[in-house]
């Protein structure tokens, strides 16, 4: 059975700090690039931060570069993503996914007409909220 099980979620004041974790676990992680999609009400998900499987590249959202960090450890089988200097625009629901490969869907910035089925997705977590007062 595939799981992604994420933590870290919580209330932070703005200006703070939070680090999220995802645990895999039922699918090759190696094979799969890892991040994640955040959502706040009424809002699309969007795409936050990705780490490819091989090479290790990473993208981010202009909106958080410079602030977070997606690392994932083969090891343990987690993806990581250190979040600092969060402000209230950072509120939402944060999921880890994982997509074959590549982080071709999570950094395209699908809107409601154009997404595919799971936003391009292979498998989904169920989320952690993460709430920045202001």
């Known amino acids: 059975e595939v799981q992604l099980v994420e933590s870290g979620g919580g209330l932070v004041q703005s200006g703070g700090s939070l680090r999220l974790s995802c645990v895999a676990s039922?699918?090759?992680?190696?094979?799969?690039?890892m991040g994640w999609f955040r959502q706040a009400p009424g809002k699309e998900r969007e795409g936050v931060a990705c780490i490819s499987s091989a090479h290790r590249n990473t993208w981010s959202a202009d909106s958080v570069k410079g602030r977070f960090t997606i690392s994932r450890d083969g090891a343990k089988n987690t993806v990581t993503l250190q979040m600092n200097n969060l402000n209230p625009e950072d509120t939402g629901v944060y999921y880890c996914?994982?997509?074959?490969?590549?982080?071709?869907?999570?950094?395209?910035?699908?809107?409601?007409?154009?997404?595919?089925?799971?936003?391009?997705?292979?498998?989904w977590g169920k989320g952690t909220l993460v709430t920045v007062s202001s």
């Open positions: 039922g699918f090759s992680f190696d094979d799969y690039a």
């Open positions: 996914a994982a997509e074959w490969r590549t982080c071709t869907h999570f950094s395209a910035n699908y809107d409601s007409t154009s997404r595919p089925p799971q936003y391009g997705m292979d498998y």
